[in-house]
């Protein structure tokens, strides 16, 4: 008996792994890639003709839970930033489109701080921790990161039928609600950032 639950705890083991594989593979299958997004059925949004998708006002959804540790070992939840609009980007390391954008994701947090703009990053499947840090550094990147390894928050982050992500990166942005306004699933400058925050911040 022993040798037979021990044999299907086993085989449970292998299938939890199995399916978070597979929900990263899905992932991973896309990254780096433009995407595209669309709409139909009772999803709310819209995909304008540079690749962005907006949700109207009062018609938005909140992101499940987005919390964890930060690159630099600290704690950190996005709920916490409620009240203010917060600009969610999905890197990687190892993604060529990441690295193009992100002196503008540097440049236009810095603009936009004084205007009640907080810029996030969730780090996705970098196994070594430091290599994420000098990418960091390299581009000047000062605001918080948190650390996904595993892809968790990516995938489990985003409520299905919303704007959530399909690519890496993805470029999502909460209104003051804590809401998710709009979406980008390519590499953005500083123009294309703009887009996304500048209609979120002139609401009242």
Not at 57 to 69: D, I
Not at 130 to 142: D, K, P, Q
Not at 152 to 176: E, H, M, S, Y
């Amino acid at each position: 008996m022993s040798l037979s639950r021990g044999s299907h705890a086993l085989r449970s083991a292998r299938t939890a792994v199995l399916t978070a594989v597979v929900a990263a593979a899905a992932l991973t299958l896309s990254a780096c890639g433009a995407g595209k997004s669309g709409g139909g059925g009772n999803t709310n949004f819209v995909t304008g003709t540079g690749g962005i998708a907006t949700v109207a006002e009062g018609k938005r959804t909140a992101p499940n839970e987005l919390s964890g540790t930060t690159l630099q070992g600290k704690q950190l939840d996005v709920a916490d930033y409620k009240g203010k609009i917060v600009v969610l980007n999905l890197w990687g390391s190892w993604c060529g489109p990441c690295r193009g954008e992100a002196k503008y994701f540097s440049q236009v947090a810095a603009e936009t701080k004084a205007q009640g703009v907080e810029f996030v990053g969730i780090n996705t499947r970098d196994p070594q921790k430091n290599t994420a840090i000098r990418f960091e550094e390299e581009h000047g990147v000062e605001y918080p990161s948190l650390y996904d390894p595993m892809g968790k928050l990516v995938v489990n982050g985003f409520p299905r039928g919303t704007l959530n992500p399909q690519a890496i990166p993805t470029t999502i942005v909460l209104d003051r609600e804590g809401k998710i306004a709009a979406r980008s699933l390519q590499g953005l400058d500083d123009k294309k950032l703009h887009e996304m925050i500048d209609p979120l911040i002139a609401e009242k």
